[in-house]
Each structure stands twice: as structure tokens, then as C-alpha cells.
């Protein structure tokens, strides 16, 4: 059979040494009832070149970026991952290794990650960080949730609804069960930005933490200097969520404008788009809140013979120690995705970060004007932006088939998340959208 | 700061920010013309402390601390509940063929027909394997997998009136299963196993109430017994109008042997990076499916992959839903890892590597039982559990053993868990062991066994052979150092 090694003579000798005559011995503990009808009705086993063949059959019906012009974005971000990204993730020691639980033979996960956490701590301007969490959106609940536990008494939780959608979907899911938590949403303004003075209005000493992306889910980029000013007049936390982190390369990180958690979607920084999973979320907050962050962390420390070695610490706060009462209940996490965003930021480097992003920056600007410009095309919003934007298009669905049909999908279509913005779209643009397919978007929306 | 290439490539490593040299970088990219848009109030300059290095340099760093670790593909990795099988290299090819490793989760549906066949396939196959009626495949992990089918449950009963207050949970739980209890908004109340380990139907009668929303069980259990009373437990619970939720973490001792679905369960989560072969990854990533009965399938998660006729569609308009758990559809990646195994080995496949992870713990367990001590005498499924106890004497732990099977070249099975065992040793093989593999492992543990009792220091201060000896955890809990900082420490 495939991957069981043993022959029909491994088997006899076994089941001999065990004393047992046939391997039904060994399960006719389990009720009869239950062992009748346990068959498996499925196809049997196939080769590996069948089932390549049958993988490649249900790849090849899909429309990939490999073939397709994509400029979608909207949390999820397609970006040039070097090779040696995918060398270091597929190398077996990091891929079939489990949570490093003991650390005298985990010391090269443990130091990726504890290099993991300074990299993000760097990269948002905050003082720690964890190992990491499921995705952006989870990261943004247990976000919330972390500020329920930090303030005790507060049950008010104001999300802008300039925050990712599917964020949005993810907190309030987290949150029906919690039944004294209160969700609020605070509407945003002409320029895309979460509205401060909708805020400063909502905002009490009821509020425990107000949450806005950074940039949000239109691309544009928030001032948080007045949401946090307000945030301090009635004692509520900040939280920014970035869905596109590669952006922290060129603007003022969250932790520079005093932000209290900092959490966000890693899948831009060196994981493959893959349908949206598996990327990771990061999760930073200040120090002071260490000992309420979830997840994992991995610190520094000695062996008997002083030398350095990392271990997962302050796991008192986890659920395998501290089970009903631990801060959240991640086990298994996206350690691996992580490790590929250690590798990619650190080929990077510093000057590469900041190249990258700026290439994205220029690029999205010059096809944003050029859409304007040629294509007639209005701008929804006019705050900054990092690389995507939101335009509006005379009979948006009407017009779908014509970029399709040129292997062009020209951004998300935002209605059915803001019923209100029926002709908007939201197009995003990166290194990886070339010369020619700008062109082609460009002429097509030209095109009347 | 020192270099790492006058530490040899097997000890502690320099870190990546103690090494490379300003202005350094891999990465190549013509520069981009235009202004930026951003304005200066809003820019950040270059990150401090980045890492300044070349290609090579950082590949042979990260290969360097690669050789520091332990995993499947160089050592044995018995650690029980985890179930470390080999993780097929055909899986990786079909993960990362580009139209699945390139597909963007917001493009319309209808330009990724092959994507949600496969995924409704993939829920179809676990359905039959674990005997449910509907599948979602959006939680992340196991862990998110519980806050789910929790959700599914409390919406049920809150739809009948009443969401109730508590979780049943035995002792014997895997500590996440409190935790998921705590997050979904109840209270736990612990069910303590009888003498063999087991849960009695009994115990849960009396614990049951109209307070209590469900009784969250693994079967196998931890110690690697099936929970035989099973049926009478779940009638007990269902009698009082709970659920029965099973943590599908022990699957692989299951597929072609019994059912959930036929045990009375309503809903449980399948870890496939447990039973379905995907890599744990050093920590993730996972993913957690969740299985229902037909009357929780109003529940699920949206939005839903529905098929009518040839094709899938993407639907939201299902008002019972607990809404989403996670964002787009959980991680594809390794669903797609899943389906590639599952449709290698088929039916038989499948059934055999269930099979075979029951006969390798069991011929574990006999080859240790005389040396180690086993605190429960019920048949072993596809774990076993031993305990310190025989070698306390000479004042050995299980921590000790554990240390000293690094020495050997053999991962530790998982230690001090379950809970209610005291200096619990929790092996579990796998089927993808051979014999040979199984025996090296029980002489190894022999030989510590002897070493305990004629050399005890050895093993009280192992391990002797790892890039770092035993590390001072206590010091990094009371003096947390979470990241490098220029200059070191913070």
C-alpha cells in the first residue's frame, strides 16, 4: 500500500508478537454496531501520475494569474516571491517538523520565529509581537478580544465600516456568543477615511477599543492622529488592522502614531495568493500588553552552559496549560507561512522593502491617473492610497464580458459589500501587473 | 557579534540581524518612475534594523537553522495526538501547480469552476469518511474548528429556546476543547474518566441537565482508548435535548473502522493536518473542517459552496448561518494537500493506513509494557500511553526520558498529557513506520529504561548530543526577551 511499508510478513510477525491472531483482534473492543457499515464508499487508490493528471485537469479550469490580468486586491495580494522563499519552506526540517515544544531539537523554527517577531515588531513600529495567528481576520478578533481583556468593564467595540468586509463578518461572528459586547460601526466620509467626527460622537468611557484598517479596505490611507487623539479623551484603545503590509515599507507604521495593537494579513510578504489561504496574521501590540497577547511567542534565553537558545514562553497564558481560562484557544497556527515571510523580508532587506513598495505605490498612481485621464473613469475617494483605489464606472456589469473576454478582471466590484457604491471597483496594482495588461485595462475602459 | 561560519553550521546560529553589511540586498527590481502619492506626513524612512543581506547569505542562514531542527523526514516522530505520518511529496507538486497557488479568492466564482469542484468534493469524502451529512471547510485549525461547531450548536438550541449554559468536557480533553468552550460564551464543567480512563455513561447522566448545551468528546480518547460506551453516553446526552461534539483529533484511528456519525455524534472537526497527511509546518498551518448532521447544516458558516447541476456556486442567503468564521474559504492550500492524498489512496488506501496505525502502537505498546508502566489496561487504538512511574524510583521522570531519547535520535513522544496520567508518556507511531523503525524506537526506550536504573545522571541531564543542552524556561517566562533589538536586550 502506498506509504505503509509493511510486507504481509512484517504484518504475521507483529500481530505475533502482540498475541494476536488477525488484526480484527485488535478493534473487536469497539461495539459490533459501530464496526458494520464503517466501509468507505469512495474510488480506490490511484498512481501518482493519475492523480497528477487529475490535479492538473481541475487546475487547468481555473483562471489563475498565471494566464489571467488580475488587478484584485482587497486583502489578498499578488506579489513576487523569489525562489529561494519557497527552497527554504519546502526544506523538510521547517515543512514535516511540529510546534516546537522541545526546544533542544526545534532551535531552527524557534529562532525563525523569534526573528519573525522582530521583523514584525520593526515593520509596524511596535514593541512585541507573536508567532502569529490564523489570518488577517482572526488576527482582527482576537484583536477585540484582547482589548475586552485588557479593559475590563468596557463593552463596546466601534469598527469602522471602511474596515475589510470579511473582517467585519469575522469580529461580529466572534462576538454573538460574548452576549455583553456591543458592536458598533462608524460610517466613513467623502475621502474614503474612517469619519473622526462620526467617531468623536460615538466614542465613550463605554468604548473598549475602535478598530480601522491601515490602509483600509478602499486602499486609502487613514490619519490616525485624530482617531487616536479621540481614542485618549475617553480611554479606548487603538487597533489597526493592514490587509496589505507591504505598504508599512513606505508609510508611518502604526506603532509611530501610537497605535495599542497592530494586527494585520502577512500573505503579501512572500505566500503564494492561493484562494486566500493559508497566509497568517500578524499580531503587535505595546509591551505592556504582553501578557494578554494570544498566540504563541518565542523568547530568548540559556542553556547550562550559557549559551543562547529560544523557547515558546509565557505560556500560561495558553489553552494547553491553562485551558478554560487561557486568552484564546490557538493551537496549531500559519507557523510556516510565517517562516516564508521572515525568508522574503530578509532577501528583501531593508533597501528592497522600500523599493517594492514604492514601485507599487508609482505604478498604482500612474494607472489610477491614466484611468481618469484616458478612460474617463471617477475617483470615489479622494484620500492617499497606497496601491489600490476605488473608481467608478458607468454600467460596471455591463461592461464585465468585455474585459473577461480579454482575460482581464479589472478589479472587485464593491456593491455587494456597500449596496450603496453599485458602480465602484476597487482596482489594485502591483509589480506584477506589466506594461502590457495596463494597456489592455486602460484601452478597454476607453473602449465605450 | 560574532559569525556564523566560525560557529559550524550544527550549533547556536547567529541571528539575521547580527550578520550581512549596510546597503546589502537580494532583491532586483528596475526602478519606477512617477511620484508615490503618498505624502510626507504619512512616509516612513527606510525600517531600522532590517536585515541587510545577499541571496546566498540568507539561504545558507536559513538552511543553517534548518539542521537544527528535528522532523519527520530525518527523525521518528512519535508525539501522541499529532499524528506525524509522512506528508507526501505529490501533495506539495499539486499545491503548488499555479492555477491553485495563483488563484485570487475575490475573482467571480464562475473563472474557478476547478477550485469548487474540488472543494465540494473534498467535503463530500470527508462526509463519507467520518459518516456526517454536510461539511464546511472554512475553519483554519482544529482549535477554530471547536469555536465552530460550538457556534452551530448554540445557535441550534438558541433557535429552540434556550443556547444553555454549559460544555461537558472530561478530564482526559485536549486543552483547547475548555478554551473553545470559554470563547463560544459557556461554562465548563469537567467529566472525570473512571479507573481504565474511560468515560462512564453514568458519569455524564449525572452531570447532564437542561443547563448543559453538549459534551465535547475524543474517541479514541487521549490515552488512545476508544471510548466504548460511546452510544450510551450520547443517548444520555441527547435525552436531555444536548449535543454530542467530537474533537476528530484521533481520526486516524477511525477511517474504515467505525463512524462518528454512526456513534450518535452531531458535529466534529477533522484536522487534516492530522489524519489527511499535510505538514504541520513547525505550527501551522492547518485546517479544521467541520462535520454535521442534517439538522445543523442550516448552521454552517457562510458563505456555502452549493452545486446545482454542474456547477458551484457561491451562496450567502442562509439566515441560520453563525455567519463567517474565517475570511474566504479557509486555507485552500492545504485543502488542496488534503484531496491530493485522499484521492491517492482511495477507500482501501485510506482503511489500510487506519488499520496499520493500530497494529504499530499496539506492537509498540507490547514491546514496552514490561519495562514502562501503562496506567490503563483497555485495548490501545492508534496511541499508547505509558507513565514514569517504574523509573521514579531511581528518581528519572518522564521529562528526563524524553531528554534522553534526543540522544538516541528519536523525537519524544508527547509528555505530561493527558493530564489526568501522571508523567504521561503519549506514543503514537503512525502507519507509515516500519518495523524496523518501531523497534530501534522500543530499544532505545529500553535502553534509557536501564540507563535509569545503573546510570541515572545520564538521563538526568540529557540531552548531551543537541546543538543546545536544556534551556532555562523559568528565566525567559520572568525576564521576557520577545525580540533583538540594536545593541541587544531589551
Known sequence: ?448 | MSEPSQRGSRGPQALIFESGSPGRSAFFWPEETGASGIPDALSREEIAGFPEMGELEVLRHFTRLSHLNFSIESQFYPLGSCTMKYNPKVNEVAARMPCFALLHPLIPPELIPGAFELLTELETMLAEIAGMDAVTLQPAAGAQGELTGLMLIRAFLAERGNPRKKILVPDTAHGTNPASSTLCGYDVVQIPSNKQGIIEPEAVERAMSEDVAALMITNPNTLGVFERHIQAIADAVHRRGGLVYLDGANLNALMGIAKPGHMGVDVLHINLHKTFSTPHGGGGPGAGPVGVKAHLKDYLPVPRIVKSGDRCELRDDFPKSVGRVRSFFGNFGILVRAYTYMISLGSDGLEDASRMAVLNANYVRKRLENTYFLPSPEPSMHECVFTDRNQQKDGVTTLDIAKRLLDYGFHPPTIYFPLVVSGALMIEPTETETRETLDAFADAMTAIAREAKEEPAVVKSAPHTTPVGRLDEARAARRPVLRWEPGGGD
Request: some cysteine; aromatic content about 8%; charged content about 20%.
Open chain 1, 1 to 448: 500500500m502506498r506509504y505503509t511499508p509493511h510486507t504481509a510478513a512484517d504484518k504475521e510477525r507483529m500481530l505475533r508478537t502482540i498475541g494476536a491472531s488477525a488484526f480484527e483482534d485488535l478493534i473487536r473492543h469497539i461495539p459490533a454496531a459501530l464496526r458494520q457499515n464503517a466501509q468507505i464508499a469512495l474510488p480506490q487508490g490511484l498512481t501518482e501520475v493519475a492523480v497528477k493528471r487529475r490535479m492538473a485537469a481541475l487546475a487547468g479550469k481555473n483562471a489563475s494569474a498565471q494566464d489571467w490580468s488580475l488587478f484584485l486586491g482587497g486583502g489578498i495580494y499578488h506579489h513576487a516571491i523569489p525562489s529561494a522563499v519557497d527552497a527554504i519552506i519546502s526544506r523538510a526540517e521547517f515543512a514535516t517538523s511540529y510546534t516546537p515544544y522541545q526546544p533542544e531539537v526545534s532551535q531552527g523554527t524557534l529562532q525563525a520565529m523569534y526573528e519573525f517577531q522582530t521583523l514584525v515588531c520593526q515593520l509596524t513600529g511596535m514593541e512585541v509581537a507573536n508567532a502569529g495567528v490564523y489570518d488577517g481576520a482572526s488576527a482582527a478578533a482576537e484583536a477585540v478580544l484582547m482589548a475586552r481583556r485588557i479593559q475590563d468593564g468596557r463593552h463596546r467595540v466601534l469598527v469602522s465600516r471602511a474596515l475589510h468586509p470579511q473582517y467585519r463578518q469575522v469580529i461580529a461572528t466572534f462576538l454573538r456568543n460574548l452576549i455583553d459586547v456591543e458592536l458598533v460601526e462608524i460610517p466613513f466620509s467623502a475621502n474614503g477615511a474612517t469619519d473622526a467626527d462620526a467617531l468623536a460622537r460615538a466614542l465613550d468611557d463605554r468604548a473598549m477599543c475602535v478598530v480601522v484598517g491601515y490602509p483600509n479596505f478602499f486602499g486609502v490611507v487613514e490619519e490616525l492622529a485624530p482617531l487616536r487623539a479621540a481614542c485618549d479623551r475617553h480611554g479606548a484603545l487603538l487597533a489597526t488592522v493592514t490587509t496589505e503590509p507591504l505598504s508599512l515599507a513606505l508609510l508611518k507604521p502604526p506603532g509611530a502614531w501610537g497605535a495599542d495593537i497592530a494586527v494585520g494579513e502577512g500573505q503579501s510578504l512572500g505566500v503564494p495568493m492561493s484562494l486566500g489561504g493559508p497566509g497568517y496574521g500578524f499580531f503587535a501590540s505595546q509591551k505592556k500588553f504582553v501578557r494578554s497577547l494570544p498566540g504563541r511567542l518565542v523568547g530568548e534565553t540559556v542553556d547550562g552552559e550559557g549559551r543562547r537558545g529560544f523557547v515558546l514562553t509565557l505560556s500560561t497564558r495558553e489553552q494547553h496549560i491553562r485551558r478554560e481560562k487561557a486568552t484564546s484557544n490557538i493551537c496549531t497556527s500559519q507557523s510556516l507561512c510565517a517562516l516564508a515571510s521572515t525568508v522574503f523580508m530578509s532577501l528583501l532587506g531593508k533597501s528592497g522593502m522600500r523599493r517594492l513598495a514604492e514601485v507599487n505605490a508609482r505604478r498604482a498612481h500612474r494607472v489610477r491617473d491614466r484611468l481618469v485621464e484616458e478612460a474617463g473613469l471617477a475617483p470615489a475617494f479622494s484620500g492617499p492610497f497606497f496601491n489600490e483605489f476605488v473608481v467608478n464606472v458607468d454600467r460596471l456589469s455591463e461592461r464585465r464580458s468585455r474585459f473577461f473576454a480579454k482575460r482581464i478582471v479589472p478589479g472587485v466590484e464593491l456593491e455587494k459589500w456597500y449596496p450603496e457604491m453599485r458602480d465602484a471597483l476597487l482596482v489594485c496594482v502591483t509589480e506584477m501587473n506589466e506594461e502590457q495588461e495596463i494597456e489592455e485595462l486602460v484601452g478597454t475602459f476607453a473602449a465605450r
